[in-house]
């Protein structure tokens, strides 16, 4: 009795260990995504503004307008006239400054915003290109948009994306160093029902057969379990903090992280046991 309670807690202890290291691994993969979804709408918000000539056409605007849409990579453009302009400033600044200095001194302009998932690596090489581009069009004065932000927000984003593959890939290596050491107690557990089973002369693959379908089950339910605390963390912080971490446009990455964690867990779980079961079976 005594052994099989220590079995059960061996197989406990084996799923724990599996779904507590999984849970970490959906909850970086979480954090992954959503500061790639930030991050891109983050520069989609970034607006380029194009000045334009003070006494150009609202016809020749618009052509200048046209053209720049028509452009690779360019997901909307606004058009504000001078007039449009000066009654957004007004508004802004409480009172008609026109009526106050006597004449708008503001230029029309064509605000632009990219789409960021359709740029290439090389997007400040883009931009750049685009900036010049635009510059040489007829009643076009310049380009203006600020560089340091786009910088700032392109360089966090890759050093946030390093850091969590690297935590990813170290937490990967505890996880088969984790689970390699539960399996192998659990082994260690049937050690005599092994020994057995060897004097009769039973293979090594017909011995590790019942180990490898023990893991793949151990991977799978500890995959299902982390995924299921992963959803219950985001619906938490989601309440708590009010995020927006449950809209249905989440849910295919969701499911696209909890199948990666029954994969992976099953794939850990079976490498691991197979690796451990031959070796124990090699020294005995």
């Known amino acids: 009795m005594k052994n099989k309670v220590n079995l059960w ?26 500061s790639y979804r930030l991050t891109h709408d983050a520069q989609e918000r970034i607006t380029y503004k194009v000045d334009l000539s003070p006494d150009v056409s609202d016809s020749l605007a618009l052509v200048r307008k046209s053209e720049v849409e028509a452009m690779a990579y360019v997901k909307h453009v606004d058009y504000i006239s001078k007039q449009k302009a000066a009654e957004i400033f007004s ?13 708008n001194p503001l230029y029309p302009s064509l605000m632009v915003n990219f789409n960021v998932s359709l740029l290439p690596d ?15 069009m007829e009643g076009v004065t310049g380009v203006a948009y600020q560089e340091n932000v786009v910088g700032e927000l392109r360089e966090v984003f890759y050093k946030l994306t390093w850091f969590l593959i690297v935590f990813i890939a170290l937490l990967l ?35 590790a057969r019942p180990f490898l379908w023990r893991s793949v089950w151990y991977g799978a339910f500890g995959g299902i379990i982390a995924s299921a605390l992963t959803v219950i963390t985001l619906w938490v912080c989601s309440n708590q903090f009010g995020w927006d971490l449950l809209a249905t446009e989440h849910w295919l990455w969701y499911g696209a992280i909890a199948a990666t964690l029954v994969i992976v867990g099953v794939a850990i779980a079976y490498a691991s046991t197979l690796f451990t079961v031959r070796s124990y079976i090699a020294k005995h």
């Open 91 to 103: 508004e802004d600044l409480g009172e008609d400054f026109v009526g106050f200095i006597g004449y």
């Open 122 to 136: 090389n997007s400040s090489e883009v931009l750049d290109r685009f900036c010049a581009e635009v510059g040489r």
């Open 9 to 34: 807690g061996t197989h406990g202890a084996t799923v724990l260990g599996i779904t507590l290291v999984l849970f970490m691994l959906g909850l970086l993969l979480g954090v992954e995504y959503h």
């Open 173 to 207: 290596i505890i996880t088969i160093v984790l689970i390699a050491a539960l399996i192998r107690i659990a082994i260690y557990g049937q050690r005599e029902t092994i020994r057995t089973m060897r004097l009769v002369g039973a293979k090594a693959s017909f011995i």
